[in-house]
Structure formats: C-alpha cells, structure tokens
C-alpha cells in the first residue's frame, strides 16, 4: 500500500490543522493506521492509532484531549485532527500502516508498522 500524507503547514499556537493521508493499491480496511510524529533532533514517536474499522483508538497522552484520529475506508482516507495546537507539536507527521491480523488492534510501537507515508511538516508558532 502507498500512503500520501497532506495538510500541514505553518499555525499559531492555539490554532488547528487537519492532516490526512491517503492510501492506495490495496484494500485499505486491510489495515490498521497510526500516526507518528518526528521533531528534530527527537527519535520518532507515536501520536495516535486506529484500528481497520475505525471502532478502537489510542493516543499518546500528550495529544490526549486535543488530537482525533478518524478514517473513512470508503475514501481510502486516514485523519488527524489537531486542535488547541502548542509549539511543542512542531514536528514532521506520518502516517503509518499495519496489516489486520496481529494481537491488537492498534500498535504504538513504530517497528510494527509496514507501510509509511512521506510526512508532512507541522509548525506551531509561539
């Protein structure tokens, strides 16, 4: 699967973004999604997860409250909705996928996921 991650940019701290990341070349209910997020010179670490249908989600207790993570399988799509943003968010985003069929149904450790997307820069001003 090929993932195509979109809608970052540049925000004031207070203010809100909507990622979205858009699979194709396989059945994308085949796939549980997270989110990871990257700030420089921090190793990657995980933001939020959903499972294949959308029932389950997970968030990093640093999103918790402020982020929502959602999918649309009929559009092939995976969202992130960041509200309340801080400077502290600033990061490059990726979307991630994991084949349905493991222990869980989400996973916040990034080895576990197969397919990643090319990222996509969020910047929060102070």
């Known amino acids: 699967v090929q993932l195509q991650a979109s809608g970052g940019g540049l925000v004031q701290a207070g203010g809100y973004l909507r990622l979205s990341c858009a699979a194709s070349?396989?059945?994308?209910?085949?796939?549980?999604m997270g989110w990871f997020r990257q700030a420089p010179g921090k190793e990657r670490e995980f933001v939020a997860a959903?499972?294949?249908?959308?029932?389950?989600?997970y968030y990093a207790d640093s999103v918790k409250g402020r982020f929502t993570i959602s999918r649309r399988n009929a559009k092939n799509t995976v969202y992130l909705q960041m509200n309340r943003l801080k400077p502290e968010d600033t990061a490059v985003y990726y979307c991630?996928?994991?084949?349905?069929?493991?222990?869980?149904?989400?996973?916040?450790?990034?080895?576990?996921?197969?397919?990643w997307g090319q990222g996509t820069q969020v910047t929060v001003s102070s």
């Open positions: 991630a996928a994991v084949l349905v069929g493991g222990d869980s149904d989400y996973y916040i450790d990034s080895y576990k996921y197969d397919y």
């Open positions: 070349g396989r059945t994308f209910s085949d796939y549980h």
């Open positions: 959903i499972s294949w249908s959308g029932g389950s989600t």
